[in-house]
C-alpha cells in the first residue's frame, strides 16, 4: 500500500487560504485515485474531493465547491488541496487517501493534518 503524508494544516482567519499537500511514497500516485476527507469534532469523516489517475475528472462536495481545488503532480508523486474561502465550518483534520486502480475503496489513509478557521 502507498504511504500518504499530509502537509500545509493551520490556523487562519475567515476568508484566508492553505495549501495542502499530500506526499505519497512506497507507489506510484499515477496508480491511485486521490481524494481529500476531512473530519470535524463530533462528526463522521466527510467526503471533500477526489480526482482521477490521469486528473481529468474532480469531484466535489457540494459545500467546498468552487472554493477548493484538488490537483496532483504525478511526476511528484504529490496531490495538492488549495481551499479558498474559508469558513470556520471547514475546521476540520484534513485527511489524504488513496484507491487503486479501478477500485471504489479507499485503501491507503495519511495520519491527518488540522485547518482551524478562526478570527
Known amino acids: 500500500q502507498v504511504q500518504l503524508v499530509e502537509s500545509g494544516g493551520g490556523l487562519v482567519q475567515p476568508g484566508g487560504s492553505l495549501r495542502l499537500s499530500c506526499a505519497a511514497s512506497?507507489?506510484?500516485?499515477?496508480?491511485?485515485?486521490m481524494g481529500w476527507f476531512r473530519q470535524a469534532p463530533g462528526k463522521e469523516r466527510e467526503f471533500v474531493a477526489s480526482?482521477?489517475?490521469?486528473?481529468?475528472?474532480?469531484i466535489y462536495a457540494g459545500s467546498v465547491r468552487g472554493r477548493f481545488t484538488i490537483s496532483r503532480d504525478n511526476a511528484k508523486n504529490t496531490v495538492y488541496l488549495q481551499t479558498n474561502s474559508l469558513k470556520p465550518e471547514d475546521t476540520a483534520v484534513y485527511y489524504c487517501?488513496?484507491?487503486?486502480?479501478?477500485?471504489?475503496?479507499?485503501?491507503?489513509w495519511g495520519q491527518g493534518t488540522q485547518v482551524t478557521v478562526s478570527s
Open positions: 487517501t488513496a484507491a487503486p486502480g479501478a477500485s471504489t475503496s479507499w485503501a491507503s
Open positions: 512506497g507507489g506510484i500516485i499515477g496508480y491511485y485515485r
Open positions: 480526482i482521477s489517475r490521469a486528473g481529468s475528472s474532480r
